[in-house]
């Protein structure tokens, strides 16, 4: 699973981890873990919760030191005032989302990135979210789906991942700014501003998931992480 670090400077790789497949990898993960992050991951109220804390983020030191021909446990982060964690080294680029089974670690080197996935869970008032958090064109979009709770999440995740690669997360009004809207899987399109680029993922039907990062464009890989670590 080793990555050619050129490689990275020329495309993003998405790795697609299905969290039951790896259960049994939890106390291989937890040795990869600094004191801190055992700290946080017993704060958490339910074992269950701690234990997908603490395979998440051994994943996602087994995946970045893949990339950097270097041990999991020897990877130092921090985070921006906003809270979006980096590596000290400024090496790589990457993003996490995590959704129900579903953890997404997008990859890169010299560029921001941002990568999300949504449960299309029911129940919602998608209406009423629409019209808080949709700028005025998605929400004309979106009123003209025929599946609008297939188009919600799609939006949504595109929204969430630019923010993410900003590094401002939820700290900046998801009103303020329209994603690009209707185009295809893994088929990239620049934003209106022309700085970054958008591209929705196929992952699983039950998800919907999105990338944006620097324009230009560059591949986005989609891998799935082997069932053994």
Known sequence: MKNDMETLKKSIKVWNIHLPDHHGDVSLCRELLTGEELERAAK????????????????LRRVLADCLNTEPAELRFNRNAQGKPFLEDGKLDF???HSRDRLLIAVTAGRAVGVDIEFRRGGLNMKSIAKRWFAPEEQEFFQTLEKPEEGFFEIWAKKEAYVKALGVGIYKDLNTFAVPLGEKPFFPTIGKNGQWFFQTLEIDPDY?????????????????IPKKL
């Open 44 to 59: 958490f109220r339910r074992p269950a919760d701690a234990e997908v804390f603490i395979l998440c983020r051994g994943m």
């Open 95 to 97: 993003n996490v989302s």
């Open 208 to 224: 919907a998931a999105a990338i944006a990062s620097e324009a230009p464009p560059v591949p986005v890989n989609l891998v799935n």
